[in-house]
């Protein structure tokens, strides 16, 4: 009975996949339910869970609907009209014009039955219009690199639907004359900002690095790990650009001798909103400004898409639905540890469970979880936060990082204590993780009798699934990376890059997370307690079964999901 109100909400294609068989009831509810949440299309969230790719979804819409099917790669740009539609409804309807004929216009669509987008465009057109069913990633890019080469004005995509939510107390305080003598409304400097962000977004970049040289000045996204420099303003514009965007961050534009620290927010629809955290440093040429990328709808992904093998998944659920112990997470500074931090926390997050985070800063944000930021200069550090949680009645505690002997004695005492307690720390692999805590001064018996598992992890370039090819290697070099003899069964072949449109000519597009899932098991608390070795723990692990960090890196490569270069380069310990 719970599931036809839900099904009634789903779009036509969704309900039409799920007739065919081709996705579960109930993956379509999560699907759709998930893409709601995220602000984008039905089409893009299942292709961001790979349930199915751009292509079996056209030609199933396709024949189903009885719409023709084209592949926009045999479409000219320069013939296509772009001013039959606006910007704004392509961009956000995902709608693209081919060509008119008298008064019809026949417009390019990933979903035939958005049948709200094609009454827009008929609407604005005065044009009967007619859809042809394309691949959605294909259209994406047509969309954008029409966008482009119209040169449109940004404030077409951005008003409305697109506007930037800033807390613009700072800006107000400020004084009237500051010595910056900046005019940080003037428009082009606003669009351009504007611009930068959102393309950021689209391209998938975790960071923005705007940098200023003696001779140049420079915009840099990261893109799946990677750093790639993306524009080169006018050098006179960067106080200007630093102006803006520390006024949208609510910091001090008029103090340029020392580093600020800041948020904004960039509202992209009624139902979805990006974080930024904005770093000021001064650099020998003027400020250079970092922005860190913080989407919530990373946390609500699921377990499934991060990338965790069956065992390691099981192993990890097993022991976050415990009612009490410690689970860590380690791995260095932008290894994913936050999201699989906050995903855990989001299928824990349910009404009767008090949930409390303290972090350095809070990157996600989450609702029905109480966050706090951690505040060193205040007194607001990670143990005094901790104390205060224990008297808050809590059922789930999230530590930020353990940095040191007193919060990790707290926390463990927390778990000690009938809580389930999370954090990071920044060690290689999971053996490591338990002497780290040896070494801090923690006593070998509370690690013992409070830690229950600790998961290792890096993220590594996923293939793109569009151009990658089989690549003949050296049987050699294969077994030097790691693989057994028995995994050269000659049942599969290792795949490389390639680049294509879609991946931007880098072969690569998303990431996969790369795991070593250790739970603590009694054996393993008889060596820490004898005080063993982290060599000791993890001859033990891997006599209990516990793949390290290279052999899942192997078994990724097996999959065809990453390269075998890639993951020799993210786990060379």
Not at 99 to 127: C, H, M, W
Not at 143 to 160: F, H
Not at 245 to 274: C, F, H, N, W, Y
Not at 422 to 449: K, W
Request: hydrophobic share 40%; charged share 25%.
């Amino acid at each position: 009975m719970a599931a036809s109100p839900s099904s009634t909400q789903l779009s036509g294609l969704a309900r039409a996949l799920v007739q065919h068989n081709l996705l579960p009831q109930t993956d379509a509810d999560n699907l759709q339910s998930q893409a709601n949440t995220a602000g984008i299309s039905f089409i893009q969230q299942v292709l961001l869970s790979k349930r199915l790719n751009a292509y079996q979804i056209a030609e199933f819409a396709s024949q189903t609907f009885g719409f023709p099917l084209l592949d926009l790669n045999v479409v000219d740009l320069a013939s296509i009209p772009t001013k039959a539609i606006d910007h704004k409804l392509m961009v956000s309807r995902r709608v693209l014009p081919l060509y008119k004929r008298g008064n019809k216009l026949f417009v390019a669509i990933s979903d035939p039955t958005n049948l709200q987008a094609l009454e827009e465009a008929k609407f604005q057109t005065s044009l009967a219009v007619d859809p042809i069913v394309v691949e959605d990633n294909k259209l994406g890019i047509y969309i954008e690199k029409t966008v482009e080469a119209s040169g449109a004005n940004l404030q077409s995509l951005v008003d409305d639907d697109i506007a930037l939510d800033m807390d613009t107390t700072a800006a107000a305080e400020e004084p009237a004359e500051s010595d910056t003598n900046v005019d940080v409304d003037d428009a082009p400097v606003v669009r351009y900002v504007q611009k930068v962000l959102l393309d950021a977004i689209n391209a998938g970049a975790s960071d923005i690095h705007f940098e200023p040289y003696e001779k140049f000045y420079r915009v840099r996204y990261r893109v799946d790990g990677m750093l790639k420099e993306v524009a080169q303003p006018p050098l006179a514009l960067k106080e200007k650009i630093a102006a803006r965007i520390k006024v949208i961050s609510s910091l001090d534009i008029s103090e340029k001798r020392v580093p600020q620290d800041g948020r904004m927010k960039l509202k992209l629809s009624g139902t979805r909103a990006i974080d930024f955290r904005v770093s000021t440093l001064p650099t020998l040429f003027g400020e250079k400004i970092v922005m860190r990328i913080l989407d919530p709808s990373s946390a609500t992904l699921g377990i499934d898409a991060l990338g965790y093998e069956p065992a390691q998944k099981e192993a990890l659920m097993s022991a976050i639905r415990r009612p009490y112990g410690m689970v860590l997470v380690t791995g260095p500074t932008g290894s994913g540890k936050t999201v699989s931090l906050y995903t855990c926390l989001n299928i824990l997050n349910e009404p009767g469970i008090n949930i409390s985070t303290a972090e350095d800063p809070a990157e996600i944000n989450l609702p029905g979880i109480n966050q706090v930021n951690v505040n060193e200069k205040a007194g607001l550090t990670f143990s005094a936060a901790l104390k205060s949680f224990l008297r808050q009645d809590p059922d789930i505690i999230m530590v930020g990082e353990i940095r040191d002997l007193e919060t990790a004695d707290i926390a463990i005492k927390a778990a000690q204590t009938g809580h389930m307690v999370f954090s990071t720390l920044h060690t290689n692999d999971a053996p490591t993780t338990l002497t780290r805590l040896m070494n801090m001064g923690v006593a070998p018996f509370n690690i013992a009798s409070s830690v229950i598992l600790i998961t290792a992890q890096r993220l590594a370039r996923r293939l793109c699934s569009g151009c990658k090819k089989p690549v003949d290697l050296p049987r050699d070099a294969l077994l030097q990376a790691g693989f057994s003899e028995e995994d050269l069964d000659g049942s599969w072949k290792p795949y490389g890059p390639v680049g294509c449109d879609t991946c931007k000519g880098s072969g690569y597009k998303g990431r996969v997370g790369i795991y070593q899932v250790m739970p603590i098991s009694e054996e393993t608390q008889r060596i820490i307690l004898s005080n063993g070795t982290a060599m000791d723990i993890a001859d033990q692990a891997q006599r209990e079964g516990v793949k390290d960090l290279r052999q899942s890196g192997l078994l990724k490569v097996k999959q065809g999901m990453t390269s075998l270069e890639e993951v020799e380069s993210v786990t060379n310990e």
